[in-house]
């Protein structure tokens, strides 16, 4: 993938505006990159365990190269890590290590690391820089683009965030080559999302290399890291802060949470629950005369494609309705969902409860009636943590 010439994807926010950077190989010369970020030679280098025994040294490498002087700061992986806890011992080895206002945080890992680490950098001397280096396909697709930092509470996914810019992103898709296939395929979800919301063109060209894709051919990967990212950049661009049009971006997401919700955040990781939403949700919007039934298989036949199940069991249809209240996309009781009318363009509407269960009851018969309006009020999915994002 070396040969490949670098790509930027502007990310236009007034002041706050910055590059997203993707070239193949980036990781050696990332300290070279910041030069124009930070006059502070202190750089905290937030990772996970995983991601330190592959890519740690390499970038540490990079930095003392260029000059800085790199704090590691190395954190156990996955989402348990998503805690004011872990911000806690982050702001601890920055006052420890005396950083400044110009002093950085680099992100290097994949969702959770950059959620943590950009929630700690807006509020450590109440906001210093950081750079998104992602390294997974979730993370480099979605979650290093955009602003929204945060953890999670023990009552809510994602509940305590603040948005906060990156002042850059910095992309390098070899490191994909490590990711556990899994964590790939999940990915693929987000991926095609786009293409729903926002691009006919973009989901063709998924129908047409999805088996290139599953094979990490280097051409087609780069063209969906880099499509994905300017589709985000555009949504954000015109609604920072999700208002409006950034809702477009929880396509997939009101039934993929609430599957979520509903495992515990445990069997289930969010890009396969997204996928399921993405038909679900196809299939919800054909019940309501949104769209035609054509619009449903064709997402139905890519999500199978690309190795996601797209299917939900009837018995969980039961508490569905319950679990999709306890989301932020709920306004006044009603769950405001988004629809695709044909692949490339999505309305955003709210759906009432009784739409809904005589969707259930369509698919499923009347043994899947979903529980009460005031049932479901009274009784919140009680697990772990509940979905936001
Ligand atoms: N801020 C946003 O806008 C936004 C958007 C979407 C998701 N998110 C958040 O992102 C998180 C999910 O992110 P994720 O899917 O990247 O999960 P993750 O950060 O937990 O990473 C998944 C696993 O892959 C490992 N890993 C990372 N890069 C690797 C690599 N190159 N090689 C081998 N292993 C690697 C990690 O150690 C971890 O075990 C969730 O907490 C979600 O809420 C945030
Ligand atoms: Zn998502």
């Not at 002093?103 to 001397?125: E, K, N, R």
């Not at 890291?225 to 409006?244: F, G, L, N, P």
């Not at 949104?290 to 018995?315: D, H, K, N």
Request: positive net charge; glycine residues 10%.
């Amino acid at each position: 993938m070396a040969g490949v010439a670098e790509q930027i994807v502007p990310m236009i926010l007034g002041e706050r505006s910055y590059d997203i950077v993707l070239h193949p190989g980036l990781l050696a010369t990332v300290g070279d990159r910041l030069s124009a970020l930070t006059t502070s030679p202190k750089i905290g280098v937030v990772t996970d365990r995983h991601v330190a025994s592959r890519y740690l040294q390499g970038t540490l490498r990079s930095l003392c190269k260029a000059g800085y002087d790199p704090t590691p700061i190395i954190l156990p992986p996955g989402e348990q890590t998503k805690t004011l806890g872990t911000i806690t011992k982050i702001l601890d080895v920055l006052a420890r290590h005396k950083f400044e206002r110009q002093s950085l945080l680099l992100a290097l890992g994949g969702g959770v690391i950059g959620d943590v680490t950009g929630f700690a950098a807006a509020i450590y001397q109440r906001g210093i820089p950081f750079v998104q280096v992602p390294t997974t396909l979730v993370a480099q697709v979605d979650s290093s683009v955009g602003g929204k930092t945060g953890v999670d509470h023990r009552l809510g996914k994602n509940l305590i965030g603040a948005f906060y810019q990156p002042c850059a992103v910095l992309i390098d898709p070899l490191t994909l080559r490590t990711l556990p296939r899994r964590e790939w395929i999940a990915g693929l979800a987000e991926v095609i999302k786009y293409g729903i919301i926002a691009d006919e063109e973009f989901f063709t060209f998924l129908e047409q290399e999805i088996p290139a894709l599953l094979k990490l051919e280097e051409e087609p990967v780069i063209h969906v890291i880099k499509r994905s990212c300017e589709i985000k950049a555009q949504v954000v661009a015109a609604d920072e802060r999700e208002s409006d049009r950034r809702r477009i971006l929880n396509y997939g997401h009101t039934i993929g949470h609430a599957l979520e919700s509903l495992a515990g955040y445990r069997g289930l990781i969010h890009g396969e629950a997204v996928g399921i939403g993405l038909v679900q949700e196809a299939d919800l919007a054909c019940h309501m005369g949104l769209c035609g039934r054509e619009v449903v298989e064709r997402i139905r036949g890519l999500v199978q494609r690309a190795g996601l199940s797209e299917q939900i069991s009837p018995a969980s249809f039961r508490s569905l309705w319950g679990a999709m209240q306890h989301d932020k996309k709920v306004v006044g009781g009603r769950v405001i969902g988004v629809w695709p009318v044909r692949i490339g363009e999505v309305v955003i509407r709210p759906i009432e409860q009784q739409v809904c269960a005589a969707w259930f009851q369509s698919k499923y018969g009347r043994g899947s009636r979903p529980p009460s309006g005031r049932q479901s009020g009274k009784r919140p999915v009680r697990r772990k943590a509940r979905a936001r994002r």
